[in-house]
C-alpha cells in the first residue's frame, strides 16, 4: 500500500492495521525518516516538500511491486509526506513484512533507497540564508553528457 | 504538448507548466530540451545545464533519444531529493 499525504501519520496504528489479522508475519522491519534541523553547516528552519503528482505515486507503487517480487513479504508501507514540514517531523514510513526478519529487514532498507533516487519528491529548504533546493546526495557522474545538445540545425 | 516543471526548474523558467507547439522537427527529448533553450531568458538559465535535469515523458522517466509527440506530458526536473 502507498499513500502520499500532507498530514502526520501515526506509526504504531499504521503497523497494527498493517499486519492486523495476519498471522503468517513473523518479522516487520520499519524505517521512519524524520525532518533534521541541519545539513551540512546550515540550520533548517523549515522545508517543503514538492513533488509530481501522478508520477509520484505510480513510482511508489512500481517500487513497492519490485519489493514484492524480490522478497516473500506478507504486507508492506510506504506513506511519504508533502507539503511544510518543521525539523522533529516526520516524512516518511516504509514497512515490510514477512515470516522471517532478513526479508523484511532487505525489503525495507530496499524500499526507502529506490524511494530516494526514483520517486520525484523535492525537498526546499528554510534556513537563514534563504530558501534553498536540496542537491541529489549522489550526482551521477555518467550523467554528465546524457542530455548534451545533438548537432542538429533542424532544432531550431 | 503539455509541459511541467519542477523544483529550481519551476523557479528559474518562472511556469509551473506551459501548453507548447514545437516545430514537427523536434521529434526527441534532446531536441525538444534544445528548442525550449530559445524560448526565453528564463528556459535558458534553467536548461543551462542539461546534465542537471530528469526528464518525464507521460509519468515515465525518459532518455535524451526517446520520442516526444503533440498530446504528451513531458516534465523536467533535478535529481530526486525525497526520503
Known amino acids: ?25 513473523g518479522g516487520l522491519a520499519v524505517f521512519v525518516g524524520l525532518v533534521r534541523d541541519m545539513a551540512g553547516d546550515r540550520d533548517i528552519d523549515a522545508m517543503t516538500l ?35 514540514l518543521e525539523p522533529g517531523e516526520q516524512i516518511v514510513l516504509v514497512a515490510a513484512a514477512s515470516a522471517h526478519r532478513q526479508a523484511a529487514f532487505d525489503a525495507c532498507q530496499f524500499l526507502i533507497d529506490w524511494l530516494k533516487t526514483k520517486a520525484p519528491f523535492w525537498k526546499l529548504e528554510e534556513t537563514g540564508q534563504g530558501a534553498l533546493w536540496v542537491d541529489a546526495r549522489d550526482s551521477d557522474t555518467a550523467a554528465t553528457e546524457r542530455w548534451s545538445t545533438p548537432k542538429k540545425g533542424a532544432a531550431e | 504538448m503539455k509541459l511541467l516543471y519542477f523544483a529550481w526548474l519551476k523557479t528559474k523558467t518562472g511556469v509551473a507548466e506551459e501548453d507548447v507547439a ?5 521529434t526527441t527529448v ?3 530540451l534544445a528548442w525550449l533553450q530559445q524560448r526565453g531568458p528564463g528556459h535558458a538559465e534553467a536548461l543551462a545545464d542539461l546534465s542537471a535535469l530528469k526528464v518525464a515523458v507521460n509519468q515515465e522517466y525518459a532518455q535524451p533519444g526517446d520520442p516526444v509527440r503533440p498530446g504528451d506530458e513531458v516534465a523536467l526536473f533535478p535529481p530526486v531529493t525525497g526520503g
Not at chain 2, 22 to 26: M, Q, S, T
Open chain 2, 22 to 26: 514545437p516545430p514537427p522537427e523536434v
Open chain 2, 30 to 32: 534532446a531536441e525538444l
Open chain 1, 50 to 84: 514538492e513533488h509530481y503528482p501522478g508520477m509520484t505515486e505510480k513510482m511508489l507503487a512500481r517500487i513497492e511491486t519490485e519489493a514484492n517480487e524480490r522478497w516473500p513479504l506478507e504486507a508492506s508501507l510506504i506513506i511519504h509526506r508533502v507539503g511544510r
Open chain 1, 1 to 25: 500500500m502507498i499513500r502520499v499525504q500532507e498530514h502526520d501519520f501515526d506509526v504504531g496504528a499504521e503497523l497494527a492495521a498493517l499486519t492486523a489479522g495476519n498471522h503468517q508475519v
